[in-house]
Structures are given as C-alpha cells and as structure tokens.
C-alpha cells in the first residue's frame, strides 16, 4: 500500500511575501480555481505572517483578511481552507471568532521555536470551536531536536492535532531534517510536518527526506512561490512523491496546469536562490527579510551581507524588522572610511 501524504500548499499565504502583500481578489480566485481542479486537500491563504498581521511594519495587504476569506471559501469546495496564525498579530475575540464564522477548516497555530506556550490560548479556542488545529514550530534551526520535542509536546497537550516543523530560513540540510523530524515522530502522538524553503536549493530533497523519516504532512507552493528563495515547488513536490510511490491524491497534469496559471496570473518571475538568499540561508536569518535587507543596506551604503550575517548572530525571528535598520546603522558607524 501506498504512504499517503497530506500536501499544504501556501501558495496564497507564504507567496504574498513574495509580492508585498499585494495578491488581489482576481489572483485569490484564478488559484483556488486551479488548486480545487487539482485536488489539492489543503489551500492556506491570508498576508505572509498570518492572520492580523497586515501592518505598516510589517506590510500591509491589499485585501482584509475579511475578503481573503470570504473571496477563498467561495472558491474552495473539495479543498480544506487554512491559515496562518501567529499570536500577538492574532487575536481571539476578533481574528480568530471571524475565521470560525468565515469557514476556515485548518487553523495552523504558530510560534518562534522556543515559544510554544503563547499558543495555549488560541489551540483551545479553536478545538472547542470544533476546527482543526495545528501546532507549527518557526526557525525550528535555532532549537535543538530535543528542544523541538519539548516545545511539540506542549502545543499537542494544548489540543494540537499536528506538529508542522518550519525552516523558516531555509538552512536545512536532509541529515538536519532527518534529525529533527525522526525525533518528533518518535515522541508524539499526532502527525508530524514539515515546511521548506528553497535558499540552499535543498528544499524538495529536504522534504523527501522528512517523509523518510515520518513526517506525513508536507508543505509546498506553486513555482516555490513564497518569501525569499521561496518554498519547495509543489508541482516538482507531487512528481517526485508519484515518482517515489507516495499517494497525494493531486492530479499531476492538473498542478502542472496550476504552475501555467500562476506563471500568468501574479507570479511571472518564479522565487530562486539568488545571491541574498543563500546569504540568509548560511545566517540561520528568516527568508522574508530579503527585501528590508536590501532596503537598509542602500540607504545606509553598508554590504547586504553583513546584515543577514549580523541578523544571524543576533538570533532574529520574523515580526524584528525594526532590527534590520538598528544593525545597519551599527554596520554603518563602523564602516572603515574610503581610501583617498
């Protein structure tokens, strides 16, 4: 018997970092289109950070997260709707009480690594509200695998029905992968995932990887559409998994149609490893930061690279932004004059 496999896609949650945040409803529509047509089981949608993220700081949407909803569950039938949670952008009473009403089916409930215990409050809500709940580690490089277990242990015993384990900075390598998620599946007794990203170019091997070792949920967008280098590619996700023997249920043709649609619709330059990303990757530093990065380093004439390096050192996490420009300015003042 084949192993099933539960396939996630962010296209239209972790790709908006891709674009500012600025998919509109057309683009929510064209791909809920082609993601149902494909039979894709879960489609999560909403701004990259999430639900209640949008902000100046961080980058705001051209659609609510009201519309995103609305517009999505109009559109998804077959396909589960998730999103994205991270406390502190999310709140209870008003965020998550609206995506219960909107009919999201999949609540993927997120922390830094080392800080599952703020998501006590909102896996509960959603359990007793009669949703499925996900626990999802970020930056999980920056934890040990015990750690990782630990901090897992605690979203399972809040209600979790899966642990999702996010290479939020792409700097996994399969051998770090096998470690960790091996580990997870041993110690828990909910499915365990994983999310990659791309800035080594490791992100599918790193996902077949995970399913070696047992994760059964893995996360993948269409033409790696996603922050920074971007995620593991899905239509590459569903080939190689039909290649290797792994059940999907996803049409192959169909999200190899998906890809053709996207490419038109809001995505005609695919996510890569440019330079910046493997940067980012080697620092441990979260994807997204590429353009804030790219940003600083102009305005304070100081090198790109020394940045995400210095980022890395410092340990910083997605929702620091405000950290790029402090260790510019510091990269800036400490810069050895011109020779003349």
């Given at each position: ?320 932004e405000s950290l790029i420009i402090e260790v510019a300015l510091e990269l800036a ?8």
């Amino acid at each position: 018997m084949k192993k099933k496999i539960l396939i996630s896609d962010p296209t239209l949650r972790d790709g908006n970092h891709a674009v500012r945040h600025q998919l509109s409803k057309q683009h929510f529509i064209a791909y809920c289109k082609a993601a149902e047509a494909a039979g894709v089981p879960v489609v999560e949608v909403g701004h990259g950070n999430g639900l209640g993220a949008s902000s100046m700081l961080i980058g705001e949407c051209s659609l609510t997260d009201d519309e995103i909803l609305s517009v999505s569950r109009s559109h998804l039938f077959k396909s589960r709707l998730a999103i994205h949670v991270i406390p502190g952008f999310c709140t209870i009473k008003n965020d998550l009480t609206k995506a219960v009403d909107a009919g999201v089916d999949v609540f993927r409930i997120a922390s830094h690594c080392t800080e599952a215990d703020i998501t006590d409050r909102h896996i509960s809500f959603v359990r007793k509200a009669g949703r499925e709940a996900y626990g999802v580690l970020m930056m999980s490089h920056m934890a040990a695998p015990n750690i990782l277990l630990e901090e897992a242990k605690k979203m399972e015993s809040y209600g979790a029905e899966a642990i999702i384990v996010m290479d939020s900075a792409g700097a996994y390598f399969p051998s770090d992968v096998t470690e960790r998620i091996s580990t997870l599946v041993d110690g828990l007794s909910i499915p365990v995932g994983f999310h990659g990203h791309n800035n080594l170019g490791m992100a599918v091997i790193n996902s077949v990887a995970a399913v070696d070792a047992g994760a059964s949920i893995i996360d993948g967008s269409i033409r790696g559409f996603g922050a920074g280098a971007g995620n593991t590619q899905l239509e590459v996700l569903v080939a190689v998994f039909e290649r290797l023997g792994f059940e999907t249920g996803i049409d192959l043709y169909k999200i190899l149609d998906a890809a053709d649609i996207a490419a038109k619709e809001f995505n005609p330059v695919a996510p890569f490893s440019s330079p910046m990303s493997i940067v980012s990757g080697l620092a441990g530093v979260f994807s997204g930061f590429a353009k804030h990065v790219a940003q600083a380093a102009t305005e304070y004439q100081v090198d790109p690279r020394d940045i995400f390096f210095e980022l890395g050192k410092r340990n910083a996490v997605a929702g620091q932004e405000s950290l790029i420009i402090e260790v510019a300015l510091e990269l800036a003042k400490h810069k050895a004059p011109p020779r003349v």
